[in-house]
T-cell receptor, first 113, second 116 residues
Framework: ETGVTQTPRHLVMGMTNKKSLKCEQHLGHNAMYWYKQSAKKPLELMFVYNFKEQTENNSVPSRFSPECPNSSHLFLHLHTLQPEDSALYLC????????????FGPGTRLTVT | AQKVTQAQTEISVVEKEDVTLDCVYETRDTTYYLFWYKQPPSGELVFLIRRNSFDEQNEISGRYSWNFQKSTSSFNFTITASQVVDSAVYFCALSDLMAGGFKTIFGAGTRLFVKA
């Protein structure tokens, strides 16, 4: 089992749809992250969870809603997205937050039509 | 304020050439961590190295080496005898202690093309 898995790998959704991205880590880590990577911007940190508690929300619009039921699973619930939300969404985990190296999943390529 | 600058947007080399990717950082903290990640075309970022601010020893791992110089706030990455499989986007990242805990920012990345 690879370290960090993400599903789905590709997602096309309309602006009125609701969908969820899933991330699972098999590394025994305590921190998990969501990042957005778009063509014209550096990697943007969206949310950080440490021991299931959200510790950071970097001014992310409310149409993105994270959920972390346990230290191994992380979800990103999406609703009423905009075309500019089309991007690669990457999940990562680390032993503890930030000062430790992060291990990334393969990402979900999201297209909003 | 935190800042990571990777001034080289794209680099193109021919196989077997050596190539250095530059990373310059800004931080007010004395305790911080620096990282390099590789993102191949498949999209998944791969961790390469972590260095803390108190360890200025250079490191070599196979064809990869890193030169950390606090005096110039740089953490450069050299690939020796580059190979086509080294083609990827490489990100430098900084994690330092902000109010509320450590925070990490990534540079914009350097896209490396290695031609056969």
């Amino acid at each position: 089992e690879t370290g960090v898995t993400q599903t789905p790998r590709h997602l096309v959704m309309g602006m009125t749809n609701k969908k969820s991205l899933k991330c699972e880590q098999h590394l025994g880590h305590n921190a998990m992250y969501w990042y957005k990577q778009s063509a014209k911007k550096p990697l943007e940190l969206m949310f950080v969870y440490n021991f299931k508690e959200q510790t950071e929300n970097n001014s992310v619009p409310s149409r993105f809603s994270p959920e972390c039921p346990n230290s191994s699973h992380l979800f990103l619930h999406l609703h009423t997205l905009q075309p500019e939300d089309s991007a690669l969404y990457l999940c990562a985990s680390s032993q503890r937050t930030h000062s430790y190296e992060q291990y990334f999943g393969p990402g979900t390529r999201l297209t909003v039509t | 304020a935190q800042k990571v600058t990777q001034a080289q947007t794209e680099i193109s080399v021919v196989e077997k050439e050596d190539v250095t990717l530059d990373c310059v950082y800004e931080t007010r903290d004395t305790t911080y961590y620096l990282f390099w990640y590789k993102q191949p075309p498949s999209g998944e970022l791969v961790f390469l190295i972590r260095r803390n601010s108190f360890d200025e020893q250079n490191e070599i791992s196979g064809r990869y080496s890193w030169n950390f110089q606090k005096s110039t706030s740089s953490f450069n990455f050299t690939i020796t005898a580059s190979q086509v499989v080294d083609s990827a986007v490489y990100f430098c990242a900084l994690s330092d202690l902000m109010a509320g805990g450590f925070k990490t920012i990534f540079g914009a990345g350097t896209r490396l093309f290695v031609k056969a």
